[in-house]
């Protein structure tokens, strides 16, 4: 990121009265800008699947930020057992609802060393145009992470 600086003497007219309010807002929206995590995946968890759900929205001067999104159902399926697991979950589906703050959602008791399908649905959320979405993956006994990120 640029950034340029100005001199008090290049301000002409304005006087410090008029730049404090504005100092403030430009303070503001840098500690915004700088808010959230730009993380497009999570850590996995062992003998489990972890669904993660963020949004990309990109400001009006083309400055792209990555923000987890709570509220987002998903779902999956298991496709083919691929061999053994010391896991002890045999569940075959899951359902849930992605957390506010994290943007994920953890499935346990769910067969693992095994092909799955997934999906991420919005249509409860203030992002209802990014629809449902869906993957596959394998997922061994130390987990996996499936992110979707809905780009605005």
Request: glycine share 12%; proline share 2%.
């Amino acid at each position: 990121m640029e950034v340029h600086m100005m001199s008090f003497r290049s301000l002409g007219h304005f006087s410090l009265k008029k730049l404090l309010p504005l100092s403030s807002l430009l303070a503001v929206g840098m500690l915004l800008l700088f808010a959230c995590s730009s993380d497009s995946t999570s850590s996995p968890v062992a003998c489990g699947i972890r669904m993660q759900a963020q949004i990309k929205l990109t400001n009006d001067f083309g400055v792209s930020q990555i923000h987890n999104l709570g509220g987002v159902s998903t779902s999956g399926s298991m496709l083919s057992i691929v061999g053994n697991s010391a896991c002890t979950g045999s569940g075959t589906t899951f359902s849930g609802t992605t957390a506010f703050g994290t943007g994920l959602n953890d499935n346990f008791a769910v067969r693992m060393n095994a092909n799955w399908t997934v999906a991420w649905g919005y249509q409860n959320t203030a992002f209802s145009s990014c629809g449902v979405n869906s993957g596959q993956g394998f997922v061994p006994d130390a987990g996996a992470v499936f992110n979707n990120v809905c780009s605005l």
